[in-house]
């Protein structure tokens, strides 16, 4: 199978968490910091919308046993980038686009395991392609916010900017506070 990634997305292996991983599975998806988590038979994957968050997760994930780094090389978890694919070298996934409902109007980014055995792609509980980031999103490098966004509110997890040019609300959803003033 394949698992969808949007925006920032840690990736791991199933095996590591069943054998690894204080408290295993139920543990594991019971720690998922928000509703981002979607798994096949091989990889779990929990996404996110800023590098802080995801770096969050990765060090609680190495606090429960799972290991993220040996020699530069992704050992039990790999962060993949919607945009570009794996972050660091990683041996045991693969990383591509595919048309979304065999859609070429509808790409998404995916990983799946290195070798894998299934070819199905899964989402996020209550996913909507028109709803994604796949379907549309801004990018903004970190610590590169343009000067017309600007800061409006924190709310529900969420970071709200304005478009100072267009009007229109911009949201971060975020996995821990923003330690941006508000």
């Known amino acids: 199978m394949a698992v969808l990634i949007e925006g920032l997305c840690v990736v791991v292996n199933v095996n590591a968490i ?3 991983h204080a408290g295993g599975a139920k543990a594991f998806a019971a720690e998922v910091p928000n509703a ?3 798994a096949d038979e091989e990889l779990a994957r929990v996404g996110f919308m800023t590098p ?4 969050g997760y990765v060090e609680h994930l190495e606090r429960r046993g799972l290991k993220y780094l040996e020699d530069r090389n992704a050992v039990d978890i790999v ?16 990383f591509g686009r595919v048309d979304w409902d ?3 109007k509808r790409p998404v980014a995916v990983c799946r395991a290195h070798p894998t055995r299934v070819t ?4 996020p509980k209550g996913w909507v392609f028109e709803r994604s980031l796949s379907a549309q999103h801004v990018f903004v490098e970190n610590g590169k916010i343009p ?22 609300e911009l ?4 996995s821990r506070p923003s330690s941006d003033p508000k």
Request: charged fraction near 30%.
């Open 18 to 20: 069943a054998t690894k």
């Open 36 to 38: 981002s988590l979607c």
């Open 52 to 55: 802080d968050d995801a770096r």
């Open 79 to 94: 962060v993949v980038d919607q945009r570009t694919g794996p972050v660091v070298a990683c041996n045991w996934v693969t």
């Open 102 to 104: 065999k859609d070429p």
């Open 120 to 123: 199905q792609i899964v989402a």
């Open 147 to 168: 000067a017309s966004l600007k800061p409006v509110r924190q709310e529900d997890g969420l970071d709200v900017y304005r478009d100072a040019e267009t009007g229109q």
């Open 171 to 174: 949201y971060v959803a975020r």
